[in-house]
């Protein structure tokens, strides 16, 4: 087992991790096919063995709209929050089931595509209204450089809004400062948040840029830190050691990644 990185107080919630089994069926346009278990007991053993208290699960695309293991984890396991992939067709009802069930959003995988649905029209006009209704945000992973068209569309909506990855910021300098430009925008228009996550899979160098931009503009308490485990394609670089020392190399503060802290238990646990 690992040992912890630091004797500096760890995180009180890691806002984003995936679990998963060799049983579960990967969705047809599986962009990685993982052969192996990261069970929610394993990554509850992580959170302990590091000492944190809490975890939210993100729903992987991989699985499409198979949510039974993260549903059955959220009921095993009060410490523990997750988003689903869902049919944005789904009614209210089921909403407001796993809503109660620990469910605290719907990921939205847009990362791979450059072709959106029209959010004022059906069925999203509605579905993002039963989102609201149920207290659930959408958590969006869409390229850096298509921020400055999806967040003025979302904010019109009035859905709580969670950005993975930076904000998936792209390698071009431009491109990523118009991202970051659109998130400072909805940030004063909407309640939006955003994941300082997997800087193991960008340079050290624009995570640092992002996380000093973000920090600027819309401030602690609309970030939230998670290690992205178990580190798919890049478990052999990447594990919960790494994530916890970039992170702390990134927010050196103590005070401000306790103020991030308090922003993820108020957002998924309180």
């Known amino acids: 087992m690992a040992e912890p990185a630091s004797e500096e107080p760890a995180p009180r919630v ?23 278990d990261y069970a929610a007991e394993t ?3 992580d959170l302990d063995t590091f000492g944190i208290d809490y975890g939210v699960i993100a729903a992987a695309s991989l699985y499409g709209e198979n949510n039974e293991y993260t549903l059955e984890a959220l009921r095993l396991h009060p410490r523990l929050r997750g988003t ?3 049919s944005p067709r789904t009614n209210l009802a089921k909403l407001r089931e796993m809503a109660d069930q620990g469910v605290v959003g719907v990921r939205l995988q847009w990362r791979r595509t450059d072709e959106f649905p029209d959010l ?3 069925p999203y006009r509605t579905f993002l209204g039963r989102m609201a209704a149920c207290g659930l945000h959408a958590e969006l992973l869409a390229k850096g450089e298509q921020l400055p068209l999806l967040l003025p569309r979302f904010v019109e909506t009035g859905v ?9 910021p792209p390698r071009d300098p431009e491109a990523r400062a118009a991202g ?3 998130i400072e925008r ?7 948040w955003v994941k300082i996550s997997a800087g193991f899979r960008m340079p050290y160098e624009i995570a640092a840029e992002c996380t000093g931009r973000l920090l600027a503009s819309i401030g602690p308490d609309r970030l939230l830190w998670g290690s992205d485990a178990p580190f798919v394609n890049h478990e052999d670089s990447a594990s919960f050691n790494s994530a916890l020392a970039l992170y702390r190399r990134l927010v050196p503060n103590a005070a401000t990644r306790q103020a991030i ?7 998924f646990f309180q």
């Open 120 to 122: 004022r029209e059906e």
């Open 84 to 86: 689903v992939i869902v």
């Open 186 to 192: 909805a940030a004063g228009q909407a309640d939006i």
């Open 14 to 36: 890691d806002a984003h991790a995936h679990i998963f089994t060799r049983a579960m069926p990967f969705a047809e346009d599986a962009h990685s096919t993982p052969d192996y």
């Open 261 to 267: 802290d308090e922003a993820a238990l108020k957002l």
């Open 180 to 182: 970051m430009d659109a």
């Open 43 to 45: 990554y509850l053993a």
């Open 160 to 168: 709580r809004i969670v950005l993975d990855h930076f904000g998936a």
